[in-house]
């Protein structure tokens, strides 16, 4: 194994009407960063424009959402780009905002370290297929099991 691993790294998407709406839950997602299980990689709120998307300054929108985002303000990976971010805000009202994070899982990262031992061999990582997931979870309560 190599030192050198990563979580698995993730995407959301959210439309804001209201920026306080998110405010509680963009809490969530900084007090995760500050107990190290996720990792920020990006960070970008977006508004709909007539000619595609507009950044808009991550602190400054916090503010108004009632969280403090400047500690992940100018986080820029280059996973995001320009199609990403037009794809982010299609469906939404000129003048609507998306804000878009990408995301590492950490915390599973000190298990795969304790696992870098001689004799152990991490061979598999990676996401399970959501589709796969639904479909055992269907196949699971259909037989009773749940």
């Known amino acids: 194994m190599s030192a050198d691993w990563l979580g ?35 960070l970008e709120v977006v508004r709909a424009g007539a000619d595609g998307p507009e950044s808009l ?26 199609q990403d971010l037009r794809e982010a805000t299609e469906g939404l009202t000129p003048g609507a905002v998306a804000v878009v994070v990408v995301y590492e899982v950490t915390v599973v990262l000190p298990v795969v370290a304790a696992l870098d031992v001689p004799g152990v061999h991490l061979v598999g990582a990676g996401p399970v297929v959501e589709a ?15």
């Open 8 to 42: 698995p790294v993730e995407l959301l998407v959210l439309h804001v009407e209201e920026p306080a709406a998110v405010g509680p839950g963009l809490s969530r997602l900084l007090d995760l960063v500050h107990d190290g299980a996720v990792l920020v990689l990006d």
């Open 57 to 82: 300054d991550v602190g400054a929108w916090g503010d108004q959402a009632g969280v403090d985002l400047h500690a992940v303000d100018g986080l820029w990976s280059g996973l995001l780009d320009e």
């Open 132 to 146: 796969d997931l639904v479909t055992a979870l269907d196949l699971e309560i259909e037989g009773g099991r749940r």
